[in-house]
């Protein structure tokens, strides 16, 4: 059974950090692509980041600079390290996997979905 468990999340003032993480188990880690998705409330969700096995990683443009995408193949798991954020970035944050949409940041090529972490920051 495939399970993605995001943890991580919180609330931070702007300008703040914070450091999500994913936890794959159920399918060979390698074998998909992970991205970052959030969905702020009265929004669509969106994409943020995206990383290929090869380690290619694609940002959307609002969280360039501030965002890092990064995987351990080894411990099955996806990280996600924002920085300098804003109350913008306020939203659930999943985590979610896809086999052939490698870069794709829309929402509906993505198979596998965590249950989501909430990051609120204040301004």
């Known amino acids: 059974q495939v399970q993605l468990v995001e943890s991580g999340g919180g609330s931070v003032q702007s300008g703040g950090s914070l450091r999500l993480s994913c936890a794959v188990s159920g399918y060979t880690y390698s074998t998909y692509c992970m991205g970052w998705f959030r969905q702020a409330p009265g929004k669509e969700r969106e994409g943020v980041a995206t990383?290929?096995?090869?380690?290619?990683?694609v940002y959307t443009e609002s969280v360039k600079g501030r965002f890092t995408i990064s995987q351990d193949n080894t411990k099955n798991t996806l990280q996600l390290q924002m920085t300098s954020l804003l109350p913008d970035d306020t939203a659930m944050y999943y985590c979610?996997?896809?086999?052939?949409?490698?870069?794709?940041?829309?929402?509906?090529?993505?198979?596998?979905w965590g249950q989501g972490t909430q990051v609120t920051v204040s301004s």
């Open positions: 979610a996997a896809t086999r052939y949409w490698c870069g794709s940041v829309d929402p509906g090529r993505y198979n596998y």
């Open positions: 990383i290929d096995s090869d380690g290619s990683t």
